[in-house]
């Protein structure tokens, strides 16, 4: 089979036009060669055509249905289709021939989760720990899982159980730490980045559909009420996310700019097509970056929830705002008068209005106005904060 192996070859080397003519043209000859259906599904795959791809895995198996390559990947295609429930059943499929292939019970279990099925899920990782005790991505998974259910001492274990495996597992670190009640600062931002990134495909649905998230209306009704006539030229949504906040704001501005950390948060936003710009990059780092005072307004919705100390924050927006310019912020409430941020067991900071207060008033921060109001459900209960109005101390 020389022009296989030519096929194969200009594959490999990325001639996906060729390879996909020599495939075809092989089919044509040997059609009830399957393996040439496999490669040449890999490649449509591996192009973007992910509609094409199942159709060749499926012609394939019209030749050996037996073949669990052939059905594993037919799953990925449906999942990355959308499709999860025909993914579930090509993974079950493949599970009936090959019932330990760790990949296939592991893409299956991502797919009884975006079916909102997590008790299927966690059955699967648990099945997967028994196969392969140190496999990291179904412990972390399961911990996920687990902390979710509030089921704290069993989500501590596993972190640890993590930890042994990985010491340098970052996520695994924080949330242990988060659930020891230990002290920290901030947040990581690879997990951050890691949390966001996972949790883009779903979060408007989650948060706003679900968890009854409503914050960027509150801040938007917060800032009409407040400086009714106000119209700031350019806007500047630290931690943009989906675009929720643009979606809101954009109207009032002639630009918006958005960043965030999240490259899949910012894929969603970009669809949107309310940002003049999005920025992938670490707030503090932007701010640092950011080219002289200009933005009239500066919004930081359900954000400061994860940076934990706000000092540097405070401090590096007061030099990207424009003369006559405000920041418009939320922060999940602590109920006590603690002069830090604390890390809860969620993963998230809560900070005290006398936190708040201490800190921007020592940047020079003048506060124009406050509420507090529930941000988002957690379980069967609604999560308190807070929103503030501030602009630049006019002595600072
Ligand atoms: C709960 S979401 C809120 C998104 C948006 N503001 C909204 O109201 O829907 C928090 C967002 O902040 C981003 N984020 C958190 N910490 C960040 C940091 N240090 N630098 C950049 N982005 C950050 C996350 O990636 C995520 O998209």
């Known amino acids: 089979m020389r022009r296989l192996v030519a096929a194969d070859a200009l594959h490999e080397a990325g001639d996906l036009r060729q390879a996909e003519l020599l495939y075809r043209e092989l089919i044509d000859r040997f059609p009830d060669i399957w393996q040439l259906y496999f ?27 037996a073949s669990d390559d052939l059905l594993y990947n037919a799953a990925i295609c449906q999942k990355e289709l959308g499709r999860y429930q025909a993914a579930i059943e090509f993974y079950l499929r493949a ?23 997590e008790h299927r899920a966690e059955e699967i990782y648990r099945d997967i720990i028994t196969l392969a005790p140190d496999h990291l991505p179904s412990l972390n998974n399961l911990a996920y899982l687990t902390h979710k259910k509030a089921e704290i001492k069993s989500a501590r ?3 640890e159980k993590i930890l042994e495996i990985d010491p340098g597992h970052v996520s695994a670190d924080f949330m242990r730490a988060a659930l020891s009640g230990e002290t920290r600062t901030h947040s990581p931002d690879s997990y951050i980045e890691e949390v966001f990134d996972e949790f883009a495909g779903h979060y408007e649905q989650s948060l706003t559909a ?33 675009g929720l906040v643009g979606e809101k704001f954009s109207t009032l501005c002639r630009s918006m700019t958005g960043v965030d950390i999240s490259g899949n948060m910012l894929e969603a936003a970009h669809h949107k097509n309310l940002y003049n710009s999005l ?40 030099s ?15 109920p006590d008068d603690v002069l830090n941020p604390v890390l809860q067991q969620s993963g998230r900071f809560a900070h005290s209005k ?18 507090t109001l529930d941000l988002r459900k957690e379980r069967n209960d609604w999560i308190q904060g807070s929103i503030y109005l501030m602009c630049p101390h006019p002595v600072s």
């Open 39 to 65: 490669n040449c599904g890999l490649l449509l795959f591996e192009s973007g055509r992910h509609e094409e791809a199942l159709e060749s895995y499926l012609r394939g198996l019209a030749v050996n249905p």
């Open 95 to 117: 599970l009936a021939i090959a019932p330990d292939a760790i990949d296939s019970l592991y893409n299956l279990a991502g797919c009884y989760r975006s079916i909102d099925d």
């Open 157 to 159: 274990q596993l972190y």
């Open 210 to 242: 679900k968890l009854g998230y409503d914050l960027p209306s509150s801040l938007y009704d917060f800032y009409a009420q407040h400086l009714p006539d106000h119209k700031p030229e350019h806007v500047l949504d630290l931690g943009c996310g989906t």
């Open 279 to 318: 920025h992938k990059a670490e707030i503090i780092d932007y701010l640092d970056k950011c080219p002289g005072a200009s933005y009239g307004l500066v919004i930081s919705a359900d954000v400061l929830p994860y940076l934990g100390s706000l000092e540097e924050l405070f401090k590096k927006v007061l």
């Open 320 to 334: 990207v705002l424009a003369d006559g310019g405000h920041f418009l912020f939320s922060v999940e409430d602590h």
């Open 354 to 371: 006398k936190y708040v207060r201490k800190v921007t008033g020592q940047a020079g921060w003048q506060m124009i106005a406050m509420t």
